[in-house]
């Protein structure tokens, strides 16, 4: 299970690469970034077993069951096609684009954590078995990612202030 440092550099790197591309692309507006900063949390929504256990889901479904392929490629790809359902269907492809970016932030950084096998988890499950090299940087419960990402945001924030201003006001999100 990822700690509070963990969710919150995932957090923070996604509002990093929101800004960023509200800065780059006239049609990522600073209010799309929220998109960006949901889809990097969307792997971790397997970590509604710990208020729905895996247990009681089966039990209620008569059928094995498990939260955990949430936290997998397939799993993203299953949560941002529910999550684009939810916008209006002229704004698809643009939720789509930014969930998935941000989604892929979020398994980018896992892949990179420290774990005792030395392998990374299972992201291409059930495709394949196959675990990829554990990147071994860092541990979830480190504070530092979530500092360089904190510092990272708040450029980011300055950067988009610059060369949006206008678009920073809360008045022209109106």
Do not use: N
């Amino acid at each position: 299970m990822s700690s509070v440092p963990d969710v919150l550099t995932h957090v923070l790197v996604g509002y990093v690469i929101g800004m960023l591309l509200s800065v780059r692309h006239e049609g990522v507006r600073p209010a799309h970034v929220t998109l960006v900063m949901i889809g990097a949390l969307s792997p971790d929504f397997a970590k509604i077993q710990l208020f729905v256990p895996d247990g009681l889901v089966a039990a209620v479904l008569s059928v094995s069951f498990s939260w955990s392929p949430l936290h997998t490629l397939t799993g993203t790809v299953l949560v941002v096609c529910l999550g684009a359902l939810l916008a209006a269907p002229g704004c698809r492809r643009l939720v789509i684009a930014l969930l998935v970016i941000g989604a892929l932030s979020h398994h980018a950084l896992d892949l990179l954590l420290m774990t005792p096998t030395g392998e990374a988890y299972g992201v291409f499950w059930p495709i394949t078995e196959y675990r990829l090299p554990a990147g071994g940087l860092y541990l979830s419960s480190d504070r530092w990612p979530a500092l360089v990402s904190g510092l990272a945001a708040i450029g980011a924030w300055a950067l988009a202030r610059r060369y949006r201003p206008a678009e920073m006001d809360s008045h022209a999100l109106e």
